[in-house]
């Protein structure tokens, strides 16, 4: 209690103020600026392990961990040494350096259904590449994605595209013309009717794009064999099935969700955890699609900082580290210790509330019923979202400021860390309650 009354924002509030002057909402990410949660965002000063700290000083438990990238905690050693030892060799040369190779061969071995890898330095980058080699490998234009889905900024895509887009409701985006998304075909998450209803009707679809777990309409499972169907019915009509593992990737398991849920992608696109921190994404496929891409076939993709070495340096560190960690039972663990934690909270105070899970990502959504698609987590109450965020925020605990993002795990938690976030859990119920 007295921590909370101690809490202030001061200096943030001062750089809010002042960001606002040169940056557009003071904040190089819309999701940063708090607007669906009201109030201020948070400048941060640093980060050490579990912990974020503000610029006023004040420390939270972080489950925000840069939006996924952080799974080791911030500054780990290893990584702080490898990336050090980086920077002293220079830090972009626009040739090939060994550490690529080392990454590729990484990110290879984890997903079986990569031959060959192309990096490129975000997850909005890797699924743009990721779908035009899609098109390039079939020969065909229109694109499946499912409502709530999101993969990264590219025009074609940024349609039902999920939580920065659900959290600010707008449809879409100003500024993508019609042209740019009439390839664009949208189905339902968990709903393979919806699927094939676009395969009956047309005959150039060159893929479908799938969070292979749903992670930004808040965290969605798919059900029962819904991956394996999808897949089976893409191939039948001589289209590919793209997984987009940027926020999955390494964070559900070592080799994605596509390990753990048994089903291989023709194109994975990958980003967030696979850089640690610093801006790595990735697409890869299987040689016989991967030789399509420029210079060993005629799709065109480049990149001036593409396997930047800090960048490589940052990756194979946190890749090898996690390797070696294998926190993923420890996941599993956590999470479930949290979800009991919410919905006990929950029901003590009588506030209805749905948890969805997945490896290390994990949901509350405040609604009765269960979250399977997007109109199901739209039923979210998000006022109360509002008033649970800023009451754990006062209580140390960051969450990201939206009902329809994941929250995320990192293997720097501590038990002290989940004492910490249970009371915080407790108040913010009881807050909720109060409302
Ligand atoms: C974050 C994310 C992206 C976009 O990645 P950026 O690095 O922000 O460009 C794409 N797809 C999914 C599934 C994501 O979670």
Redesign the pocket.
């Known amino acids: 209690m007295t921590e909370r009354i101690k809490m202030n924002f001061k200096k943030s509030e001062k750089l809010y103020k002042k960001g606002l002057k040169n940056l557009v909402g003071a904040v190089n990410?819309p999701v940063r600026a708090f607007a669906s949660v009201g109030g201020n965002p948070l400048f941060i000063k640093k980060a050490k392990g579990s912990k974020i700290i503000d610029v006023d000083g004040n420390e939270y438990v972080d489950f925000v961990l840069s939006?996924?990238p952080m799974i080791l905690g911030h500054r780990h050693k290893k990584v702080q040494k490898a990336v050090t030892k980086a920077l002293k060799n220079g830090y972009s040369f626009g040739a090939s350096t060994e550490n690529e190779i080392k990454l590729a061969k990484i990110v290879c071995d984890a997903f079986p259904g990569m031959d060959k890898v192309r990096f490129v330095n975000?997850?909005?980058?890797?699924?743009l590449s990721g779908i035009r080699l899609a098109r390039a490998f079939t020969g065909k234009d229109k694109i499946i994605k499912f409502s709530g889905?999101?993969?990264?900024?590219q025009d074609a895509l940024l349609v039902a595209a999920g939580s920065g887009l659900a959290t600010l409701s707008l449809p879409g985006s100003k500024g993508v013309p019609e042209g740019a998304v009439k390839n664009t075909l949208i189905a339902n998450y968990n709903d393979i009717e919806s699927v094939k209803a676009h395969f009956d009707k047309h005959n150039d679809i060159a893929g479908v794009i799938i969070?292979p777990v749903g992670?930004?309409m808040g965290v969605v499972v798919p059900q029962n064999d819904f991956l394996k169907e999808l897949k089976e019915l893409a191939h039948k009509n001589g289209a590919v099935l793209i997984a987009?593992?940027?926020?999955?990737g390494f964070r559900s398991k070592f080799g994605g969700a596509q390990e753990l849920l048994g089903v291989e992608a023709d194109i994975t696109?990958l980003?967030?955890v696979i850089g640690g921190g610093f801006p790595v994404?990735a697409y890869g496929a299987r040689n016989e699609i991967m030789e399509n891409v420029a210079p060993l076939g005629g799709m065109y993709q480049a990149g001036t900082l593409s396997g930047n070495p800090i960048a490589m340096a940052g990756g194979i560190s946190t890749l090898t580290e996690l390797k070696k960690q294998n926190p993923y039972e420890q996941f599993e663990e956590t999470a479930s210790i949290l979800e009991v934690i919410l919905l006990e909270k929950a029901k003590k105070h009588g506030v209805d509330l749905v948890v969805n899970r997945f490896g290390s990502m994990i949901n509350p959504f405040f609604t009765k019923e269960a979250v399977n698609n997007f109109a199901d987590a739209q039923k979210s109450d998000t006022e109360k979202f509002a008033v649970f965020f800023w009451e754990m925020i006062k209580n140390g605990v960051f969450l990201p400021p939206s009902q329809f993002e994941a929250w995320f795990l990192s293997s720097a938690l501590t038990e002290k860390d989940i004492e910490k976030t249970s009371k915080a859990i407790g108040k913010a119920m009881e807050a909720v309650a109060k409302m």
């Open positions: 990410s939006y996924g975000s997850g909005t980058e890797a699924v889905c999101y993969h990264g900024h969070e992670g930004n987009d593992e940027v926020m999955t696109c980003g967030k994404g």
